[in-house]
């Protein structure tokens, strides 16, 4: 039987009716015909397609029994066990609930190039809950829907997932056009509302990280062998020292003294700005605090965000970049 959105939704109307009982194949034709119209499909036309649906659903859930009552000449069709159902999910209220979170997250991927599957195994998933669609939704995720490049997203994981090496074109900021890169692809990250690839670039030993936003195609290299990953824990260790996803390789990690004033600490306090951070010292008007990351583009960024509430106190060479940066932002309002 075809894995479609239409043939759910028969399997759901069927398995309603069949707990109730009493349903003959044409009463069972016009349940299914109406729930179909309803959300825009076209209806059941064959008797047919109701036998093979209820044959289906007695071979494939041995937790159901469909049972044939005659009458006369008519037949009616109804489960052994009118508390059973093909959806029945031994799930308490706290899981329902946890998984419903989980449906979410994933709704955040619908509509991707090549993600299909996921969109059917949604509606499956709704379908099995008995999850209305049209509910009002109370969680809401930051989510960039113009961003470039989401069209990669499932291309580039399954390179991950099968280990293929792969070629991309890129150009960074600093470029004016498009290379050609051959990288072994390893993980994907997302920050700031920004996907990002991470991976092995050919010739080189350490991690580069891809913006998706600056590829402009992937193509996948079945000749050339695939390096893996055996030395780094992206899930654990890589991001531990740093603000966002670039991890400098020239550098080392660095201990950083920031004074926050007493207007900004309560935010800070209560979202550091890394995991690192602590109180280094109290004044009457500010609290000076340490973090120990490396020093990367996105660190900075951050800094800078806050303005005048911040300011960096060491290293020297940070604080001189920000208060040159600050000092050019001013020049722009003058």
């Known amino acids: 039987m075809p894995n479609t959105k239409s043939s759910d939704i028969r399997y759901k109307v069927l398995d309603r009716c069949l707990r109730r009982g009493g ?7 016009d349940a299914v015909s109406k729930e179909l119209e309803f959300q825009g499909y076209e209806p059941v036309t064959a008797l047919n397609t109701i036998r093979n649906d209820l044959r289906y659903i007695g071979a494939t859930y041995p937790n159901v029994t469909i049972v044939e009552t005659k009458s006369g000449r008519n037949k009616t ?11 029945k999910l031994q799930l308490s209220d706290e899981e329902l609930g946890q998984l419903s979170q989980c449906m979410a997250i994933l709704s955040k991927f619908e509509g991707l190039p090549q993600m ?8 499956r998933f709704k379908l099995s ?30 390179a991950i997932s099968n280990k293929n ?10 470029e004016n056009k498009h ?3 051959i990288v072994y692809p390893y993980y994907i990250k997302e920050y700031n509302n920004r996907w990002f690839l991470l991976g092995r670039t050919k010739g080189y030993e350490t991690i580069s990280t891809f913006a998706f936003d600056r590829i402009k195609d992937v193509q996948l290299l079945v000749d050339e062998p ?3 990953n055996i030395d780094i824990d992206f899930n654990d260790e890589y991001f531990s020292d740093m603000v966002g996803v670039t991890r400098p390789n020239d550098t080392s990690v660095q201990k950083i003294i920031l004074r926050v004033t007493n207007d900004l600490f309560p935010y800070i306090a209560t979202k550091p700005i890394h995991e690192t951070q602590k109180i280094n010292h109290r004044g ?10 490396y020093v990367n583009y996105e660190l900075k960024q951050l800094l800078l965000s806050f303005g005048e509430g911040l300011r960096v106190l060491t290293p020297s060479s940070l604080a001189n970049e920000i208060k040159s940066r600050l000092e050019k932002a001013i020049i722009n309002y003058q």
Not at 77 to 87: K, L, Q, R, V
Not at 129 to 144: A, K, M, S
Not at 284 to 293: G, L, N, R, S, T
């Open 179 to 181: 290379k050609q890169i």
């Open 284 to 293: 009457p008007d500010y609290v000076d605090i340490e973090i120990q990351v």
């Open 129 to 158: 809950l008995n999850i209305d669609p049209e509910g009002t939704r109370v969680v809401g995720f930051d989510v960039n829907k113009y961003l470039i490049g989401r069209e990669h997203f499932s291309k580039l994981l399954a």
């Open 77 to 87: 069709y109804s489960y052994e066990d009118p508390n059973s159902s093909i959806y």
């Open 165 to 174: 090496t792969i070629s991309i074109s890129y150009k960074n900021f600093r």
């Open 23 to 29: 349903y003959s194949t044409a009463r069972l034709m």
């Open 226 to 228: 695939y390096i893996p």
């Open 116 to 123: 299909e599957w996921l969109e059917s195994f949604m509606e």
